[in-house]
Antibody
Framework: QITLKESGPMLVKPTQTLTLTCTVS??????????VGWIRQPPGKALEWLTLISWDDNKRYNPSLRSRLTITKDAAKNQVVLTVTDMDPTDTATYFCAHRMPGNDYGKYNFDYWGQGTLVTVSS | SYVLTQPPSVSVAPGKTARITCGGDQIGSKSVHWYQQKPGQAPVLVIY???DRPSGIPERFSGSNSGHTATLTISRVEAGDEADYCCQVWDSSTDHVIFGGGTKLTVL
């Protein structure tokens, strides 16, 4: 059974760096074809894809946030880490990590399992 | 960048059929996925690859995709179907995941 769980601070100050951890179980981050992504959702607004990382460390970033995002993984710890620099009140959102449905075709990319999400508020 | 357009809201009476659209340039050439999200919960995949259902999703949920519009259809709508629904594709021109703006389904 695949599960994902986000952890990290609930409150950060403007200009600080946010670090969130996604701890996964039920699959290995080093297994061929496995991917994990981060998605966020401001209160009352739509989902926004942030980034993804593949089993072979291939990474993709939302171009509008590219300069502020970093995604890494530690397969031994079953963790995927997201860092967001220079946080702003507009970054207040629930941050989700999610598992990609296995497949070879990026054109069919989707997320079949999601973490519960963690609400991060940016305020001084 | 690629844009997915959804109506902000759709209303339907119980027992009737709800259709939620997702518009995009030549979206028919892409694989579309749909998520259901209830308040305070994580999204749940309800349709993938345009029209496939994950295990556990009722047959009342179906999907289609052609031309510039993909459609999520919910037959015999129940009160428990009230939720936000969001479409998603992979934009191969930029190698990015794209989400639609979401549609709030209200069961009257």
């Amino acid at each position: 059974q695949i599960t994902l769980k986000e952890s990290g601070p609930m409150l950060v100050k403007p200009t600080q760096t946010l670090t969130l951890t996604c701890t996964v179980s039920g699959f290995s981050l080093n297994t061929l074809g496995e991917h994990v992504g981060w998605i966020r959702q401001p209160p009352g607004k739509a989902l926004e894809w942030l980034t993804l990382i593949s089993w072979d460390d291939n990474k993709r970033y939302n171009p509008s946030l590219r300069s502020r995002l970093t995604i890494t993984k530690d397969a031994a710890k079953n963790q995927v880490v997201l860092t967001v620099t220079d946080m702003d009140p507009t970054d207040t959102a629930t941050y989700f990590c999610a598992h990609r449905m296995p497949g070879n075709d990026y054109g069919k990319y989707n997320f079949d399992y999601w973490g519960q999400g963690t609400l991060v508020t940016v305020s001084s | 960048s690629y844009v997915l357009t959804q109506p902000p809201s759709v209303s339907v009476a119980p027992g009737k059929t709800a259709r939620i659209t997702c518009g995009g340039d030549q979206i028919g050439s892409k694989s579309v996925h749909w998520y259901q999200q209830k308040p305070g919960q994580a999204p749940v995949l309800v349709i993938y690859y345009d029209s496939d259902r994950p295990s556990g999703i009722p047959e009342r949920f179906s999907g289609s995709n052609s031309g510039h519009t993909a459609t999520l259809t919910i037959s015999r709508v129940e009160a428990g179907d009230e939720a936000d629904y969001c479409c998603q594709v992979w934009d191969s021109s930029t190698d990015h995941v794209i989400f639609g703006g979401g549609t709030k389904l209200t069961v009257l």
